[in-house]
């Protein structure tokens, strides 16, 4: 029986709809949270080689930027839930060829076909998503929605490594991705079994049909004529230059630098993923008491600190919990930035705003992530990881220097008439 989508008062535990939508996401995150550990292994199980693993990054992250300078079109042109359901099964698909083609022996190339359609995909999912939420709860309780949202992924990201490692170490990590690839099943069956409430257009009576550049650029106008969007979008993109290739530096740290095996990279990253889970606890009640600037701002001072200890600590626990605190200020700041943009722009241009900020935030991150693998063969992950560090510490100071300092303060919020815009 398909549920319909409505909202009331009542706390979100008790709203079905988005329950549904939680649970059928919380589980696709656990498999999710299997790829983000099997993909390196399996590229430093067969090349031995961290550039290799930053050149399939970047290539994955190339087809994600390029998706989205479009997804957010088709996103509000088509059905959100229909499209959502439509890119589970592709990746349902393709993510199960890769432990059938591993059968006979190691598939590099086929990583390099696979990965960037489904990252691709997945920007066009994550797109959806973030235009959904808005259509499941009331624009008061976003913030809140999304803290929910990203706990419960924390949380399965937490148990997946763990399992990911035990599951590579003992049948080989492209086992570990047949897991992702049920994964996509059940977040299919969640969507199917939920409406989202009907879209408010109040403001566009009609939304006019035009070529796809122009639909896009209808929302990158809106982005940067925003001027807490837009600084926000400056910002964000040289971040993502700096940090995109972490993960790899991380896995290549914790095998080559600290001796650590499969098992132990599973370990480091599940444990660290705590901090994502602390991070979405703390942003609603961090971001009501002290506003979107302050909260934005400490994060990345926060991940700034965090990554260059990385670099500095020489034992495997001082390295896990710095990643866990630096995963803390990326929840943080990543659900702040998305729930501001879901709470000030209009339904009929959610998805196409979401789609020219991430083709921007993301634009970087490709080539961000080939410069700091192939630093980290270079010069050693330690030594990247604190210059990395020291450049989201600039990041923080950049924000200071905009209106995302004064931007939703407690005080404006209160003196405001709408709350949305007061942001």
């Known amino acids: 029986m398909v549920r319909d989508a409505r909202t009331t008062d009542r706390s979100l535990w008790r709203d079905r709809a988005f329950g549904t939508y939680w649970f059928a996401q919380s589980l696709s995150a656990a498999g999710d949270a ?39 079109v088709l996103v509000d042109r088509y059905d959100r839930r229909t499209l ?107 969507l199917s079994l939920i409406r989202f409430r009907p879209r408010d257009d109040a403001g566009a009576a009609v939304v006019r ?19 807490v969007l837009g600084a926000l979008t400056v910002l964000l993109s040289v971040f993502i230059f700096l940090t995109y290739g972490f993960t790899d530096v991380l896995v290549y740290h914790v095998k080559h630098d600290l001796g650590g095996t499969d098992g132990t990279v599973g370990t480091v990253l599940g444990l660290a993923a705590l901090g994502t889970v602390a991070g979405a ?83 970087l991150g490709p080539a961000g992530a080939a410069v700091l693998t192939w630093a980290a063969g270079r010069y050693g992950a330690a030594a990247v990881t604190v210059v990395a560090g020291a450049g989201c510490l600039l990041v923080a100071l950049g924000g200071l220097c905009t209106p995302i300092r004064s931007a939703g303060s407690p005080r404006a919020t209160r003196n405001a008439e709408p709350a949305p815009a007061a942001i």
């Not at 600190?305 to 495997?316: C, R």
Request: charged share 10%; net charge positive.
């Open 209 to 227: 049909r035009e070529k796809p550049l122009a639909e896009f650029l209808a929302g990158a106008r809106f982005l940067w004529r925003e001027p």
């Open 281 to 363: 606890l703390l942003v609603a009640p961090l971001r009501r008491r002290r506003g979107f600037g302050t909260a934005w701002i400490g994060a990345q001072l926060v991940c700034g600190l965090a990554l260059a200890g990385v670099g500095l600590a020489g034992s495997i626990p001082a390295v896990t919990v710095l990643t866990a605190v630096y995963l803390c200020g990326v929840s943080v700041g990543g659900i702040s930035s998305m729930s501001l943009r879901q709470e000030i722009t209009p339904d009929h241009l959610l998805g196409r705003v979401t789609s020219a900020f991430w083709s921007t935030h993301y634009s």
């Open 84 to 190: 959502m359901i439509v890119v589970d099964l592709v990746r349902l698909v393709l993510y199960g060829l890769i432990p059938l083609a591993w059968l006979a022996g190691p598939q590099v190339w086929l990583l390099f076909v696979v990965l960037p359609i489904c990252e691709a995909a997945g920007m066009l999912f994550q797109i959806a998503a973030v235009a959904a939420v808005p259509t499941l709860v009331d624009r008061d309780r976003i913030t809140e929605a999304n803290g929910r949202l990203q706990a419960t992924f924390a949380l399965a990201a937490v148990g997946g490594p763990l399992l990911a490692g035990v599951v590579s170490a003992r049948l080989g990590p492209s086992s570990a991705l047949a897991v992702n690839a049920a994964s996509f099943a059940l977040s299919a069956a969640g």
């Open 34 to 72: 299997f790829a983000f550990l099997a993909v390196p292994l399996l590229v430093l199980h067969a090349t031995g080689s961290v550039a290799q693993m930053g050149l399939l990054t970047a290539v994955a992250g190339a087809a994600a930027v390029g998706a989205g300078v479009f997804g957010g």
